[in-house]
């Protein structure tokens, strides 16, 4: 089998793929432990030390190869109807906020408080990433709008370093005291200078080499990309599952991993109902329908997990929301895909 089949293969069965990682981090996850303290020295930006850790350079991996998959020429086409764009990117931030306030008001219920917190501060973490790359790739898969898909993701992430703090501090008011200073601590961390060095900069990157390269290289090399992508995302998940669920099986605690669950697929499903929703309300067709859904209900989860574990270590059930949203938008996604494209059919 050549790396070719094994592309494909791998991106025909991601999910059960990211599944098995999941299991394999609650089996064996001392590898996945492991991963997390490799690092390559540090660097300086802003008088700030960073830790050039194997994290980050697998998060700048996912990005770049993310703003490579962007032809910017496509995006031209759709300046006509711009206001699609401004309105998704609206609502990729506010849906998950009224949706989050909801929730953090029904858990006040819950009898487990503090286990509350660590999925409103997960599900944060979820809403403040920026439109994940992998959105444009089931657009194109469901034969979606790629003009409209592409351009949810690039302004997305070239507005993060803003739009991402915001959101923090949005959600820090919804929090305890002690968590409120937990999402207060994460809009510094995950300001300009991390989100610009680790995600907007390699994302621009790829697309200035996507410009320079000749397009039948890029085309050729998408195959081995994904590969690339594939394993890259299977390893963060991996890894940062290894720090949280074992420990919340150990104390089987199963109450607070279905809640988390439910919770998590709400928010998700939610996201891609709200595409549809939009996609009816606009008058869209069927092509910018199915970009504005695999857009809105689709984020960066990986960057979201590798600002968890740098900047969040001893708070390690927070993963556990950014975990299950990432596994439920892969089974939203395929599902939108088939049904998308059956009614085609």
Known sequence: MNLLSISQFLQRHLLWFLIAAYVIAVVLPVPGLQIRNVSFGEITIYQQKTNISLLMIMLAILMFNAGL???ISHINKYVEKKYVLLAGLAANITIPIIYIFGVTVLMRLWSEPVEAQHILVGLALVAAMPIAGGSTA?????????ALSLGLVLFSTILSPIITPVTFNIFGEMASEEFEKVLQGLAVYGSGAFLGLWVVLPSLLGIA?????????VVGGMPYLKLINSIVLLMLNYSNAAVS???AIADQDYDFLAVTLVISAGLCLTLFAAGYGMSRLFKLDRTERVSLMFGLGMNNNGTGLVLASLALPSYPNIMVPIIFYNLVQHIAAGTVNEVMNSSVG
């Open 245 to 247: 669920l074992p420990q």
């Open 209 to 217: 080499v996507r410009l320079i390269v000749v397009e039948d290289w």
């Open 138 to 146: 089931w657009a194109q898969n469901a034969n979606g709008n790629l």
């Open 69 to 71: 998959g962007l032809n």
